[in-house]
């Protein structure tokens, strides 16, 4: 059974960075894995994906702050967060996509139904 344990959140003060991690279960072949996020009152909503040759795909509100990258040796997936706003403040998901899937034109970043297995979710919090 696929897991993803997210880790790495915390509280920073406006500025500040954070690194998520993401440890994937091994033994699967993932075409896809990304970063959702939900803030409280919202929908969840993408941040960023990265496909199986390591084409990254980005949000354009984290362009230039956030980085989404992978160790396949290790099955983790990362996402570098700097320059953090208040208006980062969210619970991040991880999630990752079956064989086949890929994220044209940011499409799986708008349809959370693009993954088929997510994580359980790791607090950030921005203050200003």
């Known amino acids: 059974q696929v897991q993803l344990v997210e880790s790495g959140g915390g509280s920073v003060q406006a500025g500040g960075s954070l690194r998520l991690s993401c440890a994937a279960s091994?033994?699967?072949?993932?075409?896809?894995m990304g970063w959702f996020r939900q803030a409280p009152g919202k929908k969840r909503e993408g941040v960023a994906a990265i496909e199986s040759d390591g084409r990254p795909t980005y949000e354009d509100f984290v362009k230039g702050r956030f980085t989404i990258s992978k160790d396949g040796a290790r099955n983790t997936l990362y996402l570098q967060m700097n320059s953090l706003k208040p208006e980062d403040t969210a619970v991040y998901y991880c999630?990752?996509?079956?064989?086949?899937?890929?994220?044209?034109?940011?499409?799986?970043?708008?349809?959370?139904?693009?993954?088929?297995?997510w994580g359980q979710g790791t607090q950030v919090t921005v203050s200003s």
């Open positions: 999630a990752a996509a079956k064989g086949g899937r890929y994220c044209g034109g940011g499409y799986c970043l708008r349809f959370s139904s693009s993954f088929d297995y």
């Open positions: 091994s033994g699967y072949t993932y075409s896809m």
